[in-house]
C-alpha cells in the first residue's frame, strides 16, 4: 500500500465584457429604455472619474401592474453589469458530524459556525457521496439552518452515518495522505451574482497534472475515478452542461478551458460546486503532489 499527500489550490477569477445600455424594438432589435432631452453632454470623465449628471427628473418613481413595470425619472432603466463571484474550498478542519436533517434544517455542532458560512452537507463520504450546499441563515440549539441546499439533481439524505458538514472558506483543499483502499473527496464551492441578462458560464482550468517533479497522479479517463486506481478529476453538480463532460461523468482536468457551470438569465445566490475526487493504486509512489486549478467566470451577451 502507498500513500501520498495532495494538495490543490484554487483561484477564482471573473470577467465583464460590455455594459447594458438604452434599447426600442422591432423585429430584429429592442430599445428598452429612451428619453426626451435637451443640450449638451450628460457624462464626463477624467483619468480618474466619470460623472453622469442631469438637472432635474419629472416626476421620478416605478409604477407596476400585473402585466408591466415602468420607471421614470433619469436613467431610471440604465444601470452597469454587475458580477460577484465567490468561489471557496472545503476546509477539512471544519468537519463535523451531521445527524439529521429537516428541510434546510440541519442537525450538526454549532461550534466554530456563524450566520452567513457557505457550507456544504455530505452524505456517505466517499466514493457515492451525495452533496448540497448552502448558506446559514440562522443558528439554533444544536441546528444550523441555511437558505437552500442546492444538490447535483439528488438531496442528500442525513442520518448521522459518515455524514458531514463543512465550511467552504479555504483557497486550498488539503486531501491529507491517500490511500489505495479509500476514494478520497472534497467539494469546491461557487457562489454567483450576475445583473445580467444572459448569465454567466464559469470554466476550470489546471497549470499541469497533478505532481510531484516528474511523478503525477494520472487524470481519470473512464468516466469514474476508482477506489484502488491512480485516478484524479471532478464532477460538476450543474447537470445541463453542453460545453463539457463535467454534468455527466468524472472528468480530468486540463490546461484548457472547460465549462462547469451556467446560467442563461440573471442569476442572485446562483450555487453550485465541483466535487473533487482522487483515488491510488498500490503502484502510486508516495510524495507530496500538488497543482493549481483556475476558475474563471464571464458574463454571456
Request: proline fraction near 1%.
Amino acid at each position: 500500500m502507498r500513500i501520498a499527500s495532495v494538495a490543490v489550490a484554487i483561484v477564482g477569477v471573473f470577467l465583464i465584457v460590455g455594459v447594458v445600455s438604452a434599447e426600442m424594438s422591432s423585429s430584429n432589435f429592442e430599445v428598452r429604455f429612451d428619453n426626451v432631452g435637451s443640450s449638451g453632454l450628460d457624462t464626463s470623465s477624467s483619468a480618474s472619474f466619470q460623472l453622469r449628471d442631469s438637472t432635474e427628473a419629472n416626476g421620478p418613481g416605478d409604477s407596476v401592474g400585473t402585466t408591466f413595470q415602468l420607471s421614470s425619472g433619469y436613467r431610471a432603466g440604465i444601470f452597469d453589469s454587475v458580477i460577484n463571484f465567490v468561489v471557496a474550498a472545503q476546509s477539512n478542519a471544519t468537519e463535523q458530524a451531521a445527524t439529521a436533517s429537516a428541510g434546510t434544517t440541519i442537525t450538526t455542532s454549532i461550534a466554530g459556525l456563524a450566520v452567513g458560512d457557505f457550507v456544504a452537507l455530505v452524505q456517505d463520504k466517499g466514493a457515492s457521496q451525495v452533496s448540497a450546499v448552502g448558506k446559514i441563515i440562522s443558528i439554533g440549539v444544536g441546528t444550523i439552518t441555511v437558505d437552500e441546499l442546492k444538490d447535483g439533481g439528488v438531496a442528500p439524505t442525513i442520518n448521522g452515518t459518515n455524514d458531514f458538514l463543512y465550511v467552504l472558506i479555504g483557497s486550498s483543499v488539503d486531501f491529507g495522505t491517500l490511500d489505495s483502499l479509500i476514494l478520497s473527496t472534497a467539494l469546491i464551492g461557487m457562489d454567483v451574482n450576475a445583473e445580467v441578462d444572459n448569465g454567466y458560464t464559469i470554466q476550470v482550468f489546471d497549470d499541469g497534472n497533478l505532481r510531484n517533479g516528474v511523478n503525477d497522479i494520472n487524470d481519470v479517463g473512464d468516466g469514474a475515478v476508482t477506489t484502488g486506481s491512480e485516478e484524479y478529476g471532478g464532477r460538476s453538480s450543474d447537470t445541463t452542461l453542453s460545453g463539457s463532460t463535467f454534468d455527466t461523468s468524472d472528468t480530468g482536468f486540463t490546461t484548457g478551458f472547460q465549462e462547469v457551470t451556467s446560467r442563461s438569465f440573471t442569476s442572485f445566490e446562483s450555487r453550485d460546486f465541483v466535487t473533487l475526487k482522487a483515488s491510488v493504486s498500490g503502484a502510486t509512489t508516495g510524495a507530496a503532489y500538488a497543482h493549481t486549478l483556475s476558475f474563471i467566470m464571464s458574463a454571456n451577451y
